[in-house]
């Protein structure tokens, strides 16, 4: 009970300075013994979210210990097959909480802890969460080994600090992980958006402009005319020493005629409004062209908090026929600086260009709840669901096997805040309550289809999706598939260092797995990554010298059940 409330009351102190201390005032240790090179920053501009943390490169493998920065407890264990895969939680007491993810094992009281939770819940995805005498670690103690869990793509330690109170991630590149970096930003172009009625180069569509660096710093390659309200966007990175890694910037500075303008920093983030990225980037540039485009103006529908001041919300009036003079300032969280200075030249004649717009009947999402409905679909949207208005595109085709006709919703480059609705109306009576029925979405091209889920109700399926495209419904009848490799009817697994099966879905994906030796549950290892399901041997040494039976039952989410039993010896 004392050890708690202590770290109750130095938490409750440690919160009061955290606003009146310079981040590289905290003592932490390094979480690995090897040099800090990175494949990933803080902020750094990913699919539908900011990089909440640094990936730390551990040379191309796995098993390197992962130490503890401070001394503290274990307030969360996570073992999934997506996201951070195997991560620790750390809370400490000067109220920072430190993550450790894509993880490949824990320390042996860890594994312990974590295996009588699988063991109790029968199923090797858990989470756990505990109290602060239930698991203290000091500094400097070794809680892990690195590897590739999760979503990673290759082994590496991705790690965090967060507050504890808010949950919200801090940039760990402004505390003193020493990671070297003397690499400023480097700037490749400069995007303009007209608004309104605005021109630019005689010209109402959006202009990318390239930039060449001189030995005072960076400038526009070509001359801009513009008259109007207009935004700016900047297509700019960072690189740090030792790694060829594209990774973000932490702040740019906008000045327009040496008044600041725009100005955003990236000290923290807020896992909430995290998905509100694709509005603060240019959302099809990264997509289609991977350009890192930060825009230097804010949508209408932008709840981020990384805006430090903001004039007309970023946007620029050129009203008068004279230069403005535009400066950006890009800055890394080591301080390295880039500049970029330039004109845009403000002349009313650019108006004699200006052609009214024609609008289509648009989706507004973003004021107020809004609706897409025909005699085969309807579409739901909340408030706020869009960043801003979009004109409605709607199809229909025929899809082969297809349970209603395949329905194409506006455009797959249209990003979308939150989910939306959607009701698929079948084709056929017969099916009204088919619980096989699966919405899917269809690539443009045809030939990639994937479970979207979904619930079948008076001859409609519903499902809530994430994003625009292609969508009808299937069904999904086929078992999934077993396939042992290392076994067969008489086997004799003594010796063995794991049972080896290898297990597949056609249409809706894996639910369930389970294995069982004499009809005994034992915990089984599953990548997604690789379609391998494994035994360790560790699990079965329980086992008394004779003849036994290996059961592999797995479900998919449509409950399509495959069952493989194996006569093994022991």
Not at 13 to 28: G, T
Not at 475 to 488: F, G, H, T, Y
Not at 504 to 525: C, P, T
Request: with cysteine; hydrophobic share 35%.
């Amino acid at each position: 009970m004392k050890l708690s409330v202590l770290f109750f009351l130095n938490f409750l102190f440690s919160i009061s300075l955290v606003s009146q201390q310079a981040y590289n005032s905290y003592d932490f240790r390094s979480p690995l013994g090897i040099p800090l090179l990175l494949s990933g920053n803080f902020a750094e501009l990913r699919s539908n979210h900011f990089h909440t943390g640094i990936d730390v490169k551990t040379n191309g493998s796995s098993g390197y210990r992962i130490y503890a920065v401070d001394s503290g407890y274990v307030s969360r264990i996570n073992i999934s097959h997506w996201g951070y895969g195997k991560a620790i939680y750390i809370d400490h007491p000067n109220g920072f909480t430190s993550v450790y993810g894509h993880l490949s094992k824990f320390s042996e009281k860890i594994e312990a802890l974590i295996k009588t939770a699988q063991y109790k819940q029968q199923s090797e995805v858990v989470t756990i969460y505990l109290d602060s005498l239930d698991m203290v670690v000091s500094k400097g103690e070794v809680v892990a080994l690195s590897g590739n869990s999760g979503s990673s793509m290759g082994p590496h330690l991705h790690f965090e600090l967060r507050e504890t109170v808010t949950e919200q991630p801090v940039n760990p590149l402004l505390f003193d992980f020493n990671v070297k970096d003397n690499i400023p930003p480097s700037i490749y172009n400069v995007k303009f958006y007209p608004f309104g009625k605005s021109v630019i180069n005689k010209s109402q569509t959006n202009q990318l402009k390239s930039v060449v660096k001189s030995k005072d710093g960076y400038i526009l390659r070509d001359n801009v005319s513009a008259f109007g309200e207009i935004g700016l966007g900047l297509h700019t990175i960072d690189k740090l020493n030792g790694s060829n890694n594209i990774c973000g910037i932490f702040s740019i500075e906008l000045f327009v005629n040496d008044t600041l303008h725009y100005f955003q920093e990236m000290e923290k983030l807020d896992f909430s409004t995290n998905r509100y990225i694709n509005t603060y980037k240019d959302y099809k540039e990264h997509k289609k062209n991977k350009r890192s485009i930060h825009k230097s103006f804010v949508s209408e529908n932008n709840d981020l908090k990384i805006y430090k001041k903001l004039i007309n919300n970023g946007k620029v009036i050129i009203s008068q026929n004279k230069d403005y003079d535009i400066k950006y300032v890009v800055k890394d969280a080591a301080g390295n600086v880039s500049e970029l200075a330039f004109k845009i030249h403000g002349d009313s004649s650019q108006l004699d260009f200006y052609k009214p717009i024609i609008n289509k009947q648009q989706l507004n999402a973003v004021t107020k709840q809004d609706s897409l409905i025909t005699a085969q679909m309807a579409a739901f949207f909340p408030k706020k669901s869009l960043y801003e208005k979009e004109n409605i595109k709607l199809s229909s085709s025929d899809y082969p096997l297809a349970q209603t006709s395949l329905i194409s919703i506006m455009n797959q480059d249209i990003p979308l805040q939150k989910k939306f609705i959607l009701k698929l109306k079948l084709k056929d009576s017969t099916i009204l309550c088919n619980e096989k029925a699966v919405v899917v979405s269809v690539s443009d091209d045809l030939k990639k289809v994937v479970s979207k889920g979904g619930t079948c109700n008076d001859g409609w399926m519903t499902v809530n999706l994430k994003s625009f495209g292609n969508f009808t419904v299937l069904i999904d009848s086929i078992n999934p598939i077993v396939k042992s490799i290392n076994l067969q009817n008489g086997t004799a697994i003594k010796g063995l260092k794991y049972l080896h099966f290898k297990i597949s879905d056609n249409l809706s994906g894996i639910k369930s797995y389970n294995v069982f030796l004499d009809d005994r549950w034992i915990l089984a290892n599953y990548s997604p990554k690789s379609s391998n399901l494994k035994v360790y041997a560790k699990e079965w040494e329980y086992l008394k010298t004779g003849n036994h039976v290996c059961k592999v039952k797995i479900e998919d989410e449509r409950g399509n059940v495959a069952v493989e039993k194996i006569e093994i010896s022991y």
